[in-house]
């Protein structure tokens, strides 16, 4: 992948970013989507068509799978966007929310771009070269003893599938140093990736909550799976588990 479409994938996500930095200041307008807890703003909205926009007008020849019912199939480069990952977190102006853009090529992920705004740190990765942020390479933890790993995990917005994922938390709870819920799961494989955490799962999620996130933690040195400990797959896989690595397979079996 051109390097030019890397710093213009970067470009976007900021440019999303300091949009809904000034969307903190303005009145929301709150509606739900799937369910009680799943919430949208005008700012998910404005972000996905600034993102669009800017693709469309750079690489018209590209398609876009973007959270909030955007599908345009052009061509077998597909941008998958996420313009707020962690929306209820940004209503509240709670500071875990983010812009999650990937380039999938041919069916494989060569860009993924997880922008922060309130802590303007910028989290990315070009399949081959390395994993960074903000400039600085980045890399998963060494931690190989399980009790001493800091989890992330996140619950999903049906209802059915909650108890499943308060019991799983509370297994790994107590073998743990500590679990994180963060609200944003791009940015808890980013903070896998930078090392601020040992492994991350979670059940039922979209292509564009992880498809940036996943090959940024695989460009750091981490590993990807589903429950199962088989290949990853983001539009057909029931959850997904990630690590640092040494940590995956009692991560796997604690989640069976």
Known sequence: MEDNVYEFAKSIAKEAGQLLLEGLNKRMEISRKSGPTDLVTQFDHASQELIASRIRE?????????????TENN???????????GTNNYVYGYPLFSV???????DEM????VHTPILNETFSACKGQGAWLNGDQISVTQTENFKNSLLATGFPYDEKLVPEAIDLFSKLARKTLGIRRGGSAALDLSFLAAGRLDGFWELDLEPWDI??????????????S????????????????ASNGKI?????????
Not at 58 to 64: A, D, K, N, T, V
Not at 227 to 239: L, M, P, V
């Open 58 to 70: 750079q690489y018209p020849g590209h398609s876009i799978l973007a959270e909030e019912e955007l």
């Open 75 to 85: 061509g077998s480069t597909q941008w998958i966007v996420d313009p707020i990952d």
């Open 100 to 106: 999650s853009i990937a380039i999938e090529d041919q």
């Open 110 to 113: 060569k860009i993924g771009v």
């Open 211 to 224: 498809a940036a996130g996943s090959l940024i933690v695989k460009e750091a040195g981490g590993k990807i």
């Open 226 to 241: 589903d429950f199962q400990g088989n290949e990853h797959n983001i539009y057909k896989s029931r959850g997904i588990v």
């Open 248 to 256: 995956h397979g009692e991560l796997i079996s604690r989640l069976s």
